[in-house]
Nanobody
């Protein structure tokens, strides 16, 4: 059972930056990729970014391209999300998740393991 723990959320002004971390309880060799999702109040959970453990290919939602960067440290079983130029519409609970899927890495139902989430609030 893979356990994921997020950290790094908080309150930031628009235009600011935050770095989220996601620590996995074990080498996720049983999974293919790890990703970030977010959910704002009253809205569905949506894809933010994903990265493959092997090879490091990355994928982003259009809304965060050029502002967010996903990375991973395989030795530490840790994934990061660097968020720059934050906007009020980025306010949400951010979740990391891991999947055994090899395609459709933007699909919420395909993720097998989820963290508890960390809140990001961007003030205008």
């Amino acid at each position: 059972q893979v356990q994921l723990v997020e950290s790094g959320g908080g309150l930031v002004q628009a235009g600011g930056s935050l770095r989220l971390s996601c620590a996995a309880s074990e080498r996720t060799y049983s999974t293919n990729a790890i990703g970030w999702f977010r959910q704002a109040p009253g809205k569905e959970r949506e894809f933010v970014a994903a990265i493959r453990w092997s090879g490091g290919s990355t994928y982003y939602a259009d809304s965060v391209k050029g502002r967010f960067t996903i990375s991973r440290d395989n030795a530490k079983n840790t994934m990061y999300l660097q968020m720059n130029s934050l906007k009020p519409e980025d306010t949400a609970a951010y979740f990391c998740a891991a999947t055994v899927a090899v395609r459709r890495l933007d699909s919420v139902p395909l993720y097998n393991y989820w963290g508890q989430g960390t809140q990001v609030t961007v003030s205008s």
